[in-house]
């Protein structure tokens, strides 16, 4: 092969093997969203918060909010805590919020 196929064979490689590798890398926080609405206050007044990693949670319109600075975030699916949580206390006092 002649130098320069070798060389222009192999940015084309390495381009491939770069988009590839950034294409197929997880992105972080992929269990979270950011809620637009937030979680009233008069809920959070009234509603004993479930503590997990050191942060409040409240069961709000069927998802576990918790606050993250001036953004509510929530999982798109239920940790084993709280799913363990709600069936321990199926009637709890945190209870259930719907709008």
């Not at 070798?6 to 197929?24: D, H, N, Q």
């Not at 959070?44 to 050191?54: C, D, K, L, Q, T």
């Amino acid at each position: 092969m002649k130098p320069i196929i070798k060389k222009a064979l192999f940015s084309t490689v390495l381009s491939a093997g770069i988009a590839a590798a950034i294409c197929l890398t997880p992105s972080t926080a992929s269990a979270q969203e950011v809620w637009v609405g937030g979680v009233p206050s008069v809920y959070i007044a009234s509603r004993e918060p479930v503590y997990w990693n050191g942060r409040p949670h409240y069961w709000y319109n069927g998802y576990w909010m918790y606050r993250d600075g001036p953004a509510w975030r929530y999982y798109r699916t239920e940790p084993g805590y709280f799913r363990d949580w709600r069936g321990r206390y199926p009637g709890g006092r945190w209870g259930y919020w719907r709008r």
